[in-house]
């Protein structure tokens, strides 16, 4: 069972990646799943988080309107497309999964929630 985060990259202040989440050994299609940041020094903070069928999503408000989050089942792949990049969104970008998805689906953000699967992060660095 593994997650595995990438897309990651050195891009100039205002560009854009798109960061993908992809699972094997298990079916991602039944699992809230949650992108989540940590900058040096910094505490984890949660970023976006997407319902197991899509049809929730929860931005926070360091990211909204320039990141989207979005899910293909089919392809077990969750992405976070993020655009007019800033310095302050430097920092390694972790997915995570969770089988039980809570009610407001941004929980899965709380740094108290504890998520099932933890991949490896990727590194985003914005330069000015």
């Known amino acids: 069972v593994q997650l595995q985060a990438s897309g990651g990259g050195l891009v100039q202040a205002g560009g854009s990646l798109r960061l993908s989440c992809e699972a094997s050994?298990?079916?991602?299609?039944?699992?809230?799943i949650g992108w989540f940041r940590q900058a040096p020094g910094k505490e984890r903070e949660g970023v976006s988080c997407?319902?197991?069928?899509?049809?929730?999503?929860y931005h926070a408000n360091s990211v909204k309107g320039r990141f989207t989050i979005s899910r293909d089942n089919a392809k077990n792949t969750v992405y976070l497309q993020m655009n007019s990049l800033e310095p302050e969104d430097t920092a390694v970008y972790y997915c995570?999964?969770?089988?039980?998805?809570?009610?407001?689906?941004?929980?899965?953000?709380?740094?108290?929630?504890?998520?099932?699967?933890w991949g490896k992060g990727t590194q985003v660095t914005v330069s000015s």
């Open positions: 995570a999964a969770d089988l039980a998805e809570p009610t407001p689906i941004e929980l899965l953000l709380h740094p108290d929630y504890g998520m099932d699967f």
């Open positions: 050994g298990f079916s991602t299609d039944s699992y809230g």
């Open positions: 997407i319902s197991s069928n899509g049809a929730r999503t």
